[in-house]
């Protein structure tokens, strides 16, 4: 169902705060020295990323009773997220979107759309090996990318093996 007026406004409220968090979460991550994969590839609107949307929480709000049920209520009541699967090792839920036309592959309400899907996939270029949804035309490239290359170069591996070793550790450009 598309969003009215009220939801359209509180989605608003909602992503300058989560924006705000983001932008200063990943300053505080660099100035700590982590490096996160860079982003390449385009976007092929394949919407691969609307059909389950999941959602990694903190452990506080995973565990805690009355902030899981306010998480999953503002996600269902205001984001339009139904709540499929959970993910205890991960602090994660999984969703259907509400918003997500299976057949015609569409967002009924892009313009107002959460920050996380706006963001898609920047939250996983932090992981140690991004996990990409198969057939998106994003890809993460390793921040060290250039010099592992160089290093494996000089070990005359057979092309086959150097291959796989970019492809699996994210090396290709
Ligand atoms: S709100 Fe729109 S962009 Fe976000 S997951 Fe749902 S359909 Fe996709
Ligand atoms: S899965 Fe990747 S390519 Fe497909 S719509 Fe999402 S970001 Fe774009």
Redesign the pocket.
């Given at each position: 169902m598309r969003d009215g007026p009220v939801r359209i406004a509180l989605k608003f409220v909602a992503r300058v705060f989560f924006t705000i968090d983001l932008r200063s979460t990943r300053v505080i991550r660099r100035m700590r020295g982590e490096k996160p994969h860079r982003l390449t590839?385009?976007?092929?609107?394949?919407?691969?990323?609307?059909e389950r949307p999941m959602i990694q929480t903190t452990i506080w709000t995973y565990r805690f009773r009355t902030l899981r049920v306010l998480f999953l209520a503002w996600h269902r009541h205001v984001n339009g997220f139904e709540l499929v699967e959970e993910h205890p090792r991960l602090n994660a839920f999984s969703f259907r979107c509400t918003h997500f036309d299976m057949k015609t592959r569409r967002c009924d309400s892009y313009g107002s759309r959460p920050g996380m899907c706006r963001d898609?996939?920047r939250a996983l270029l932090w992981e140690s090996d991004p996990p990409?949804?198969k057939?998106?035309?994003?890809r993460a490239v390793s921040p060290n990318a250039e010099k592992v290359v160089r290093l494996l170069e000089k070990e005359n591996l057979p092309p086959e093996k150097l291959e796989e070793l970019k492809g699996k550790l994210h090396l290709r450009e």
């Open positions: 590839g385009v976007c092929q609107l394949c919407a691969a990323c609307c898609y996939p990409f949804l057939g998106c035309g994003y």
